[in-house]
């Protein structure tokens, strides 16, 4: 049996467009013999990091304002994965510059796919114990407010739609929950995770 990914085959690449994000179009050859072409969303991966404050009882996210849906959203932390850097790095790295928040007790909660039409990856990092270390360094561009939500309203506000993240978050705090990482800075905030999870 014929696998998908053989009924395709990418037959040449060429730049679109390069500003703050990079548009490929990829010419491909189908299974039928038409060839069509894709715009591709390329470029570095990001990561996003949701962060518990000490105890759990609070949820670290940075109010800023969004171009695509052209308003202010509250959002996990985050943004682009330096060239060399580990995910988790970039994740904690993100956390710090964005929020001025750090925390050394951190689960990797694994990566999926920007979108269809994008060969850039999300990871997300869930981060215990986050305490206030200084003033957040924002990049050109950046700016915005350091906001503390409830962690009892974490899922509410994830089953909101009004994040661009959201998918990422909980797919990354059930594989927590459900993990059985042996880390003992992580261990009180995964079983406070757990009791969050409906159903758990």
Known sequence: MTEPDELWRKLWSTRAYKGFVTVNRDTYLEADGSVSEWDVIAGPDSAAVLAFTEGGSDVVL?????????????????????????????AQRELKEETGYESSAV????????????????????????????????????????????SDELFDFLMSGELT??????????KFAVSTQEDAGLAKLQATVRGLLPGY
């Open 107 to 150: 689960y990797y909660a694994g990566s999926e796919w920007w979108s269809a039409n994008s060969s850039r990856r999300k990871h997300l990092a869930i981060a215990a114990e986050a305490r206030l270390v200084g003033d957040p360094s924002w990049d050109v561009s950046e700016a915005g407010f350091v906001r503390l939500l409830p």
């Open 165 to 174: 993240d959201a998918g990422l978050a909980c797919r990354g705090l059930l």
């Open 62 to 90: 940075f109010e800023q304002f969004r171009v695509g849906p052209g308003r202010t959203l509250l959002e996990l932390p985050g943004g682009y994965v330096n060239s060399g850097e580990a995910p988790r790095a970039a």
